[in-house]
Structure formats: structure tokens, C-alpha cells
């Protein structure tokens, strides 16, 4: 059984950071696509950032340069930091993995994490 849980969350003020982990049991993090997600209040969830087997990575472009996805093998841990945080960085941020390298869709998510950054 695949599970997702991040940690991390909390309340910081513009221009501050947080790191978000992600501790996956139950498959490797290397064995598929990992994303960070994000969903405001009112709004869709949205990519984030995504994290690919062979280690290439995305932004959406509210983020580049401020937020970094990584991964320790070793731990099997996804993590998110970010950096510069503004108030729009407002959301439940949520992990998902795909379930293998060949599948086009998140299959398992986490329970979610909230930030919160304050003006």
C-alpha cells in the first residue's frame, strides 16, 4: 500500500521559506513521477512542481525561482523548499506520486499540508 504524508506546513510572513517533506512508503521515489500540488481556497488544484524518475524537474512559472522540488533516495523522501514566499503562496499543498514510469496520471496523494504566508 502506497502512502503519502507531508509535513512542513505553517504560517510565515512574505518573503519567508519552508521546507514541505513528503515520506512515501510503499514504493520508491524514483519509480515514477512525483508532484507538489497546490489548491487555494475557490480555486482548482494546480501543479506546483514535479520531480521525474530520471530526476528532471518542473515549475509552473509563479514559482520558478523561488521554489525547488528534490528528493533523497536514501530516505525516500520528496521535498519541497520554498523560498520568498508571498501571500498568493496561500494554499493546501498536497504530494502525489504516479504509480509507475509508464503512468500518465497521479494515482496516490497525500493528505495535504497548509501554508499560510501572511502579509
Known amino acids: 500500500q502506497v502512502q503519502l504524508v507531508e509535513s512542513g506546513g505553517g504560517l510565515v510572513q512574505t518573503g519567508g521559506s519552508l521546507r514541505l517533506s513528503c515520506a512515501v512508503s510503499?514504493?520508491?521515489?524514483?519509480?515514477?513521477?512525483m508532484g507538489w500540488f497546490r489548491q487555494a481556497p475557490g480555486k482548482e488544484r494546480e501543479l506546483v512542481a514535479h520531480?521525474?524518475?530520471?530526476?528532471?524537474?518542473y515549475y509552473e512559472d509563479s514559482v520558478k525561482d523561488r521554489f525547488t522540488i528534490s528528493r533523497d533516495n536514501a530516505k525516500n523522501t520528496v521535498y519541497l523548499q520554498m523560498n520568498n514566499l508571498k501571500p498568493e503562496d496561500t494554499a493546501v499543498y498536497y504530494c502525489?506520486?504516479?504509480?509507475?514510469?509508464?503512468?500518465?496520471?497521479?494515482?496516490?496523494w497525500g493528505q495535504g499540508t497548509q501554508v499560510t504566508v501572511s502579509s
Open positions: 502525489a506520486a504516479r504509480s509507475s514510469r509508464t503512468s500518465i496520471k497521479y494515482d496516490y
Open positions: 510503499g514504493r520508491t521515489v524514483t519509480n515514477g513521477r
Open positions: 520531480i521525474t524518475s530520471v530526476g528532471s524537474t
